[in-house]
């Protein structure tokens, strides 16, 4: 199922919100039923955004439906942003899936 990343922003009412109820975020996205998209992990990071979610979906409409639901609860302005592999760009059997989770693995010597 194709990955995607949600960078959210927090609205003046959505700061508001959260103020009053600091699980708010995790309540919303533990709550919302949307049919073909998942959030698979939330994290609150420093600097343009105030959160990130990781989401997997069926396709654009299910994680546009998902994101669209997300920041109407919480007050966010959310950028929604399709995650490809970097294992896409590699030379790989071209029956493997190219949405297969791949990592990055450093050398013991690095």
Same mark, same amino acid.
């Given at each position: 199922?194709?990955?995607? *990343? $949600?960078?959210?922003?927090?609205?003046?009412?959505?700061?508001?919100?959260?103020?009053?109820?600091?699980? $708010?975020? %995790?309540?919303?996205?533990? +709550?919302?039923?949307?049919?073909?998209?998942? /959030?698979?992990?939330?994290?609150? /990071?420093?600097?343009?955004?105030? *959160? /990130?979610?990781?989401?997997?979906?069926?396709?654009?409409?299910? %994680?546009?439906?998902?994101?669209?639901?997300?920041?109407?609860?919480?007050?966010?302005?959310?950028?929604?942003?399709?995650?490809?592999?970097?294992? /896409? *760009?590699?030379?790989? +059997?071209?029956?493997?899936?190219?949405?297969?989770?791949?990592? %990055?693995?450093?050398?013991?010597?690095?």
């Amino acid at each position: 199922m194709p990955l995607y *990343f $949600l960078l959210g922003t927090l609205s003046d009412d959505g700061q508001r919100m959260v103020h009053e109820n600091r699980d $708010l975020v %995790v309540e919303a996205a533990r +709550d919302l039923k949307i049919e073909g998209a998942e /959030v698979l992990g939330q994290y609150a /990071v420093l600097g343009r955004y105030d *959160f /990130v979610m990781m989401a997997e979906a069926d396709d654009n409409d299910a %994680v546009a439906r998902l994101s669209m639901a997300i920041g109407v609860r919480v007050g966010l302005h959310i950028e929604t942003l399709p995650a490809i592999t970097i294992g /896409v *760009f590699t030379e790989r +059997d071209p029956a493997d899936s190219p949405w297969e989770l791949t990592a %990055v693995e450093r050398s013991p010597e690095q």
